[in-house]
């Protein structure tokens, strides 16, 4: 392949110097969007997991007894995630041949569509088996907008920031995913303030049904965005993918290890964030005697911690570099992966709080800049389709940390050392595989020099430049 310089995705013409120039959003627009979508996605995911730990094993599986219900309901997570990838195909060959906007806009309509679907269902004791066939189904459904949404999300923000703030910018997405769990932990710790009985029987739909709103609200905003000057400029200058080659072909045949290996990095932002989200809730609450409003408060807590850490621990990764600031935050899963368990022993609702709020700092730090290290993994045509393929192999894998924690729990005898083990060996197969990936593997387009892609892995390769 040719590497004679082209017109850099970053920069091309200026907007409005010629016909079929894209207008430029600003960064902060672009990236306000993109929070506000990725809240909604976040939103509807965080309600059905809390759900799936505190009300659907009674809902859905009432004929079995509250463990093996509570495995069930955490294998519906898995069923229901195995669209993901086929999600990030769909909406990535949407997004790196007709338009980052696209994309976004499809994906948001199913997830929330799905949950309002979900918000209408009727349970167990009304439809009988159909109950839960129906509720996968939609789940389904809803996994191939979730396979789409975050990497374009991401890709988005960063294609539209200026190159000393990629990581800054790259991380609203992430901020997003917060604000949607804190909403919806939120909306479950108000909600359960009625009552189990009524919390099972009724109130469960509300935070569901919410989510029309929330929808509305996302595609107005994305709506208003122009499409992303690094698409446009590639669509221009020829570097999009020809009619006759998908972004999937191009992905599996140039940079399958390069997939391979970002999809092992993202493993324990996504599994760990299901262990402390699914089985941390449930474990509180049916063997340390909190109630679901107490676990769904230490929930809302651990969202905050996204909310407020994610910007600084951002700008840390352009300060510093992205890699070294995303191994920080992989590394210290093992430091807490064992400290977790013993303050919720504790018996306290504050060391059920940071039980949960401090494996999510871990969490955050390296979820914070590991969107904006793993685009630079892939070139522009087909970034789009890279990233989400890798995050969402990550998320397949992910699903079935809270099924898998829990038969570990279980089959234990109820002790959770076997869930810290597990915690910490996702973490240590994400430190392997990002080590793994070298700053060579972070290359620029063919048809682009080096120089004129910053999406690279911090100071020392922009030096280098």
């Known amino acids: 392949m040719s590497t004679t310089a082209g017109a850099p995705p970053s920069s091309g013409p200026a907007p409005g110097s010629g016909p079929g120039t894209a207008k430029r959003s600003g960064p902060w627009k672009v990236a306000t969007a993109s929070l506000i979508g990725t809240s909604v996605e976040w939103y ?14 009674e809902l859905f599986f009432p004929e079995l007894n509250r463990a093996l219900g509570t495995l069930m309901s955490f294998t519906t997570l898995f069923v229901g995630a195995l669209g993901r990838p086929l999600g990030a195909l769909v909406f990535g060959h949407i997004g790196d041949r007709y338009g980052r906007k696209k ?29 839960p066939v129906l509720l996968v189904l939609i789940r389904m459904a809803q996994s191939l907008a979730i396979g789409g949404e975050w990497g374009g999300a991401v890709l988005f ?24 769990y804190f909403l919806s932990t939120g909306a479950f710790a108000a909600t359960a303030l009625l009552g189990h009985e009524a919390l099972v029987g009724w109130a469960w739909r509300i935070p569901f049904l919410l989510s029309a709103a929330l929808v509305l609200v996302g595609l107005l905003i994305r709506s208003t965005m122009e499409e992303s000057p690094a698409f446009e400029a590639a669509r221009q200058s020829g570097a999009a993918p020809q009619k006759r080659e998908t972004p999937v072909v191009a992905v599996v045949r140039d940079a399958w290890r390069t997939w391979l290996l970002a999809s092992g990095a993202f493993l324990i932002t996504v599994g760990g964030y299901y262990i402390v989200v699914t089985f941390m809730s449930t474990y509180a609450v049916s063997d340390l005697g909190f109630t679901d409003s107490q676990a769904a408060g230490a929930g809302t807590a651990a969202s905050v911690v996204v ?21 920080t935050g992989i590394l210290l899963h093992l430091v807490v992966a064992f400290p977790m368990f013993w303050l919720a022993e504790s018996g306290s609702v504050a060391g059920l709080w940071l039980a ?9 730090i390296a979820y914070a800049a590991i969107g904006t290290l793993v685009s630079g993994w892939f070139t522009p045509r087909t970034r789009y389709t890279g990233l989400s393929m890798s995050f969402q192999t990550a998320g397949l894998l992910g699903t079935l940390a809270p099924a898998a924690t829990s038969w570990l729990f279980t089959s234990s005898g109820g002790s959770w050392t076997p869930v810290a083990l597990a915690f910490a060996a996702m973490a240590l197969v994400s430190a392997a595989c990002l080590m793994a990936c070298k700053p060579a593997d972070e290359t620029a387009p063919a048809d682009v020099p080096l120089a004129d892609d910053p999406l690279m892995d911090g100071p020392a390769e922009t030096a280098a430049r």
């Open 157 to 180: 923000a960063v294609e539209h920031a200026p190159p000393r703030r990629k990581a800054f910018f790259g991380s609203f997405p992430q901020v997003g995913d917060g604000v949607g």
């Open 103 to 131: 994309a976004l806009i499809w994906s948001l309509v199913l997830m929330g569509g799905g949950t309002v679907c979900i918000g209408l269902l009727p349970g167990y004791g009304t439809i009988g088996v159909l109950a």
């Open 356 to 364: 949960m709020c401090l494996p999510m700092l871990a969490s955050t």
């Open 44 to 57: 509807d995911f965080g309600i059905y997991a809390t759900a799936a730990a505190l009300v659907f094993p």
């Open 307 to 327: 909310i407020v850490c994610t910007p600084p621990a951002a700008l840390a990764a352009d300060r510093f570099g992205l890699r070294k600031v995303t191994l």
